[in-house]
């Protein structure tokens, strides 16, 4: 007897009418596979007791301070309808610091779309049964997949809100990635009215595993979650930052062709630009942008002066608002990091990698790409 959410995914257009279609395929086989894929995707939100995790992921969330803007423009964009939530990916943490910023505000929780490799062992089982986190296979290419995760998408929008992250996976770069269009494409797809789409930009001061991720740069291959944790974990000793999570004005889908390959592309770039706007510029990625090899703290605050007005006229999100408040605010934590180091009056780079990695932050709002400095 198969349960409701199953029934639903299998009668929806698209997926009834693959099954139906398969060529060299027993169809009774491919529909096992499908219910395979619907067995995989099944999530649970226990939202109560995600709320009362706060104390025993405290370790962690006490290392970092949740700071939430413009949600005043989500909580009337959910009271209208369903919202979907389109953010950049930066870290692991991610994953604990945007819903609860959504919960400090008193919004209904999203369920969130994480990559499949968080859902081994205890996390997993937290994901899958609390959290009410979506595994979602990013590289996979079968096709029967690919249209049992849209519909399942599209059921859940029935029920929830949904979260999720355009780029894919987390940016290796630091700078903002590409979209990808599956997920959006899925939730257009659903076809809820009214609908709108949230983009939301999530900014750290300092992100827990930047010297994981700097040093690949690009990701090659998909390690094992149980190492990356345990980097992350030699990488929070002393860790402190602030999380800035901007939500951008809420984005009407009505009119939206979701069969318009264009139209959903479209769609996509739009998003990830007005992320782009309201992304908040924070002091360690002035400081990162400005740097140079050596260079004396009265210079670098002239050239972090120079770079937030190149920013502010671009209508950029500041955080920081002058090159003295950047040099005092940034420089001791990024020397603390040991991606600087202060020595005679002058301050000197220590790990070019992780302070690049700081500095594409701002490549979407320069015309002029960091890449070209340091």
Not at 59 to 74: A, D, S, T
Not at 152 to 171: I, M, N, Q, T
Not at 265 to 294: E, F, I, N, Q
Not at 322 to 347: H, K, M, N
């Amino acid at each position: 007897m198969l349960d409701e959410l199953t029934q639903a995914v299998l009668s929806r257009e698209e997926v009834a009418r693959y099954i139906r279609d398969t060529h060299g395929d027993n169809e009774r086989a491919v529909r096992e596979r499908i219910e395979g894929y619907i067995e995989e995707l099944r999530t649970t939100q226990r939202y109560s007791i995600y709320r009362a995790l706060k104390h025993p992921l405290y370790p962690i969330l006490r290392k970092i301070e949740r700071i939430g803007e413009n949600v005043e423009g989500v909580r009337a964009a959910a009271a209208r309808g369903r919202v979907v939530y389109a953010s950049n990916h930066k870290s692991h943490t991610d994953y604990l610091v945007e819903p609860l910023v959504l919960d400090d505000a008193g919004i209904r929780p999203p369920i969130i779309a994480a990559g499949i490799n968080l859902f081994g062992g205890p996390l997993g089982l937290l994901h899958r049964h609390v959290t009410g986190a979506v595994p979602i296979r990013r590289n996979t290419r079968d096709p029967a997949y690919l249209i049992t995760l849209k519909a399942y998408v599209g059921e859940l929008l029935r029920k929830h809100d949904f979260f999720f992250y355009p780029e894919g996976g987390r940016s290796y770069s630091g700078e903002l990635k590409s979209p990808k269009t599956g997920l959006m494409h899925a939730a257009l797809l659903a076809q809820q009215s009214p609908m709108t789409v949230v983009p939301t930009a999530v900014a750290y001061d300092l992100v827990l595993e930047d010297h994981v991720l700097a040093r690949q740069r690009i990701k090659r291959s998909q390690r094992p979650f149980s190492r990356e944790l345990a980097e992350m974990v030699r990488y929070a000793v002393g860790y402190r930052s602030r999380a800035f999570v901007t939500f951008g004005t809420p984005i009407d889908v009505e009119g939206v062709d979701p069969h318009s390959r264009r139209a959903v592309l479209d769609m996509c770039h739009t998003v990830m630009a007005a992320l782009g706007r309201v992304y908040k510029v924070l002091p360690t990625a002035v400081v990162a942008t400005a740097m140079r090899p050596s260079i004396t703290r009265a210079d670098l605050v002239a050239a972090c002066d120079a770079l937030i007005e190149t920013l502010r006229a671009t209508g950029a999100n500041l955080g920081v608002q002058s090159g003295e408040e950047a040099v005092d605010s940034a420089v001791e934590p990024l020397e603390d990091r040991g991606i600087l180091v202060v020595e005679g009056g002058r301050v000197r780079v220590r790990d070019r990698n992780v302070l690049r990695y700081y500095a594409r932050t701002l490549d979407h709002a320069l015309s002029s790409p960091s890449r070209r400095t340091h």
